[in-house]
């Protein structure tokens, strides 16, 4: 009997989660980007602090999934005009 062997996962589609600062400008606030990036993209998000005020929306997301997915969803984010950066835990414990 042959055994199957398993193809190595390539980085696009080896599991990441990456923690980000998105942050809004007053314009976009009221749009439901967390929800759309969860629907387009095969991640999971987990919001970890949010601030948001009539001026500015500063969001700390999680998103959770393959490489490629997470890179596409960081991209269409920019694209839409979120800022987007990456949270230094050293910085952030927890």
């Not at 993209?41 to 490629?68: P, Y």
Request: glycine share 6%; with cysteine.
């Amino acid at each position: 009997m042959a055994t199957k062997k398993k193809s190595p996962a390539t980085k696009s589609t080896s599991p990441t989660q990456q923690r980000l600062w998105l942050m809004y400008p007053p314009k976009l606030i009221k749009k439901p980007f967390i929800w759309e990036v969860a629907k387009k993209f095969k991640v999971v998000t987990n919001i970890r602090q949010a601030t948001i005020t009539d001026e500015i929306g500063i969001v700390c997301l999680e998103l959770d999934g393959t490489h490629g997915e997470v890179a596409k969803a960081i991209t269409w984010l920019e694209k839409q005009g979120v800022n987007v950066e990456p949270v230094d835990l050293g910085v952030i414990a927890g």
